[in-house]
């Protein structure tokens, strides 16, 4: 779905997407993962890349492959390589994050966490792959934790050293919308927050709304009415009538769901 809006966006850098090596590509082969392939690679000319699911005993069944992901340092072929979650719709091109000064990795900051902590979040990685980088990250999976994942292994090896990427306007959560306080994202006390303009600014919206499960799982009716956003008071009517933080946050889902039963299928 990612790989639908960058061609639909006409992002200009190479879009690449590492699968399970097991995965056939097999033109005969009517598997829905098959099919999914086939239609990445010609429909929206991403080029494919077999690897080996990183998987690792874990506390957290959700996040034990979470560091695949961190695979990309190992795409030599690239000078850079900009790596996206797939539990994320982007807003806005993102092809001016490759013109940001190079440094090993660059990334937001998990803004809505303590700010003395600094700690970065892992949702949108500016990698710049090399061989000493990757062995770095190999070594660190090889001895992370049953609790660490790799949110846990880049800030260990690169919280005093990556490029901080300004959460504001590249990346917001869709938590951020549910929430009642709004300055840790503002970035300051003093700004009013606006649903609207903060929306038009954003370019990389990640799913983040836990207990909701992630956007192509169908949540059920009574968890979605407890988890949604509350309408706010409108200060020109005087009533709870403002309720675009609501309608945006469902919209999200909404849409999510529409182009993953276009792109993918009603099966997958």
Same mark, same amino acid.
């Given at each position: #779905? ?47 890349? =077999? ?48 013109? #940001?000064? =190079? +440094? ?46 790799? #949110? ?78 509350? +309408? ?10 403002? +309720? ?25």
């Amino acid at each position: #779905m990612l790989f639908e809006t960058l061609h639909r966006l006409n992002s200009k850098p190479d879009r690449v997407m590492m699968y399970p090596s097991e995965f056939s590509l097999d033109e005969n082969d009517s598997d829905l993962e098959s099919r999914l392939l086939r239609k990445a690679r010609d429909e929206y000319k991403v080029k494919l890349v =077999p690897i080996k699911v990183q998987s690792r005993a874990s506390g957290d069944a959700t996040w034990a492959e979470s560091f695949t992901k961190l695979l990309a340092f190992n795409q030599t072929q690239y000078h850079r390589v900009l790596n996206l979650d797939s539990d994320s719709t982007i807003l806005q091109s993102l092809d001016e994050l490759f013109f #940001m000064p =190079p +440094c090993p990795l660059g990334l937001p900051r998990a803004y809505w966490l303590n700010p003395d902590e600094r700690v970065q979040s892992s949702q949108l990685l500016l990698i710049q792959p090399s061989h000493f980088e990757f062995g770095r990250i190999t070594a660190a999976i090889n001895n992370a934790s049953r609790s660490e994942y790799d #949110m846990e292994i880049v800030n260990t090896l690169y919280k005093d050293s990556a490029l901080i990427i300004p959460h504001r306007p590249w990346t917001i959560l869709t938590g951020e919308f549910r929430g009642e306080i709004h300055t840790k994202y503002l970035g300051n006390d003093k700004e009013v927050w606006n649903p609207d303009e903060v929306l038009s600014e954003a370019k990389f919206l990640h799913f983040s709304d836990w207990p909701v499960p992630k956007p192509w799982i169908k949540a059920a009716q009574d968890l979605i009415e407890k988890e949604q956003p509350r +309408c706010r008071l409108n200060v020109t009517s005087g009533h709870k009538d403002d +309720c675009r933080d609501r309608d945006y946050w469902l919209g999200f889902y909404a849409d999510f769901a529409k182009r993953r039963a276009d792109v993918c299928g009603e099966d997958a």
